[in-house]
């Protein structure tokens, strides 16, 4: 099963042309939840994971199971949340009455040291995300007896990190994932599902990370070497950069173009644009790289490739931090009103934008491959703001 991040990009077209090419969504919120329906992505096709799920959030699946329109399955992030499910599927009556179960994974913590940035391991031992081997198995055993069939326990669900450097980490984690599988469903047949997330990386243009396919090669081997009947029936991932970063352009406007000192008397040229932190944050989060290239150069179109004047230029955003800040990069001559385009932005940009200063969101606008070009999603608008 493929299922496509939300997190990643959250406008609901991209969300349905996403769906049209066979994935089904993964969700973190009620309010993912709601995108992914208004894209046309059915209830069944839809996963509901994340750390931060309210009691809202559970009652909406349980409502949705008890309906009979419940997601393909929930993620469960900890004991607390386990309790807090199992007693709203009891009250509802989930199971009973003609009334389907709701099935359930569990995420576990594999405590491994992912090949990328601290802020994007979410593998790692320390991290907030999971359950360790023995949390996961006794939420399981617990399930089992407290539900009374209200809860149906599916798997498990693994993620290492983001934007992972090489593949080392996640095979150890997965290694684990597959053990456990096998131990829970030795007593539990119907544990048969493992998601193993997201992760794969998008490299910084010009450079290579490890692709899907690396991945996939190391399952193989971790599979066959456990006995048939202690596989998990159904494997499912569920990427959101990889699919979509490399689609998105932040096009942004020149403010402003000026020399600054550099040390030993050097000077360089810094560059303010009307876009920044606002609308890509991850510069200024953990300092990702976006690739920036100029559209117009003193007001005239630029060719593609390479500028002959290009100089280094320090690109800073336009908002009131320090921190809002986009790199050194090589731009031609530019002038106020000129045109640049930022790398990479379909991942990660909209999803985590921002009003902060009182900027209303930009539009989001759809190329077409003859040219056309269709409104997604509207400007924001100042009286939208407060």
């Given at each position: 099963?493929?299922?496509?991040?939300?997190?990643?990009?959250?406008?609901a077209?991209i969300?349905?042309?996403?769906?049209?090419?066979?994935?089904?969504?993964?969700?973190?919120?009620?309010?993912?939840?709601?995108?992914?329906?208004?894209?046309?992505?059915?209830?069944?096709?839809?996963?509901?994971?994340?750390?931060?799920?309210?009691?809202?959030?559970?009652?909406?699946?349980?409502?949705?199971?008890?309906?009979?329109?419940?997601?393909?399955?929930?993620?469960?992030?900890?004991?607390?949340e386990?309790?807090?499910?199992?007693?709203?599927?009891?009250?509802?009556?989930?199971?009973?009455?003609?009334?389907?179960?709701?099935?359930?994974?569990?995420?576990?913590?594999?405590?491994?040291?992912?090949?990328?940035?601290?802020?994007?391991?979410?593998?790692?031992?320390?991290?907030?995300?999971g359950?360790?081997?023995?949390?996961?198995?006794?939420?399981?055993?617990?399930?089992?007896?407290?539900?009374?069939?209200?809860?149906?326990?599916?798997?498990?669900?693994?993620?290492?990190?983001?934007?992972l450097?090489?593949?080392?980490?996640w095979?150890?984690?997965?290694?684990?994932?597959?053990?456990?599988?096998?131990?829970?469903?030795?007593?539990?047949?119907?544990?048969?599902t493992?998601?193993?997330?997201?992760?794969?990386?998008v490299?910084?243009?010009?450079?290579?990370?490890?692709?899907?396919?690396?991945?996939?090669?190391?399952?193989?081997?971790?599979?066959?070497?456990?006995?048939?009947?202690?596989?998990p029936?159904?494997?499912?991932?569920?990427?959101?950069?990889?699919?979509?970063?490399?689609?998105?352009?932040?096009?942004?406007?020149?403010?402003h173009?000026?020399?600054?000192?550099?040390?030993?008397?050097?000077?360089?040229?810094?560059?303010?644009?009307?876009?920044?932190?606002?609308?890509?944050?991850?510069?200024?989060?953990?300092?990702?790289?976006?690739?920036?290239?100029?559209?117009?150069?003193?007001?005239?179109?630029?060719?593609?490739?390479?500028?002959?004047?290009?100089?280094?230029?320090?690109?800073?955003?336009?908002?009131?931090?320090?921190?809002?800040?986009?790199?050194?990069?090589?731009?031609?001559?530019?002038?106020?009103?000129?045109?640049?385009?930022?790398?990479?932005?379909?991942?990660?940009?909209?999803?985590?934008?921002?009003?902060?200063?009182?900027?209303?969101?930009?539009?989001?606008?759809?190329?077409?491959?003859?040219?056309?070009?269709?409104?997604?999603?509207?400007?924001?608008?100042?009286?939208?703001?407060?």
């Amino acid at each position: 099963m493929r299922q496509f991040s939300l997190k990643a990009n959250d406008v609901a077209a991209i969300v349905g042309i996403v769906h049209a090419l066979g994935l089904g969504a993964n969700v973190v919120s009620s309010g993912e939840w709601a995108i992914a329906r208004r894209a046309g992505v059915p209830n069944e096709r839809i996963t509901f994971e994340g750390i931060g799920k309210a009691d809202a959030d559970l009652r909406r699946a349980v409502r949705a199971a008890a309906d009979g329109a419940g997601p393909m399955w929930l993620a469960v992030e900890s004991p607390d949340e386990a309790d807090a499910l199992t007693a709203m599927a009891r009250r509802r009556g989930l199971g009973a009455n003609g009334r389907p179960p709701l099935h359930v994974l569990f995420r576990l913590n594999p405590a491994v040291s992912p090949e990328t940035s601290a802020g994007l391991a979410v593998g790692a031992a320390g991290a907030k995300f999971g359950m360790t081997e023995t949390e996961l198995t006794s939420v399981v055993e617990g399930m089992v007896d407290r539900s009374r069939g209200a809860l149906i326990p599916r798997g498990i669900h693994l993620h290492v990190g983001s934007q992972l450097g090489a593949v080392d980490a996640w095979r150890d984690a997965v290694r684990r994932s597959v053990a456990l599988l096998a131990l829970v469903r030795g007593g539990l047949d119907a544990f048969d599902t493992l998601d193993l997330g997201g992760g794969f990386p998008v490299a910084p243009f010009g450079q290579d990370g490890p692709r899907p396919e690396r991945f996939a090669r190391e399952l193989g081997p971790l599979l066959e070497a456990i006995p048939e009947d202690r596989r998990p029936r159904r494997l499912a991932v569920e990427p959101g950069r990889f699919v979509v970063a490399r689609a998105g352009w932040l096009v942004a406007r020149v403010l402003h173009v000026r020399e600054r000192p550099a040390g030993d008397g050097d000077v360089v040229r810094q560059v303010v644009l009307d876009a920044g932190m606002t609308e890509l944050i991850r510069p200024a989060l953990y300092g990702a790289r976006h690739g920036i290239v100029a559209l117009t150069s003193r007001g005239r179109p630029t060719t593609a490739g390479p500028h002959p004047t290009a100089m280094p230029a320090l690109v800073e955003g336009p908002v009131c931090e320090s921190t809002d800040h986009l790199g050194t990069h090589d731009l031609p001559p530019l002038r106020r009103g000129d045109l640049v385009a930022i790398r990479d932005a379909g991942a990660y940009a909209t999803s985590i934008g921002s009003t902060y200063n009182g900027r209303p969101r930009p539009a989001q606008v759809l190329l077409e491959r003859d040219g056309a070009l269709h409104l997604a999603r509207r400007r924001g608008r100042i009286s939208d703001l407060g």
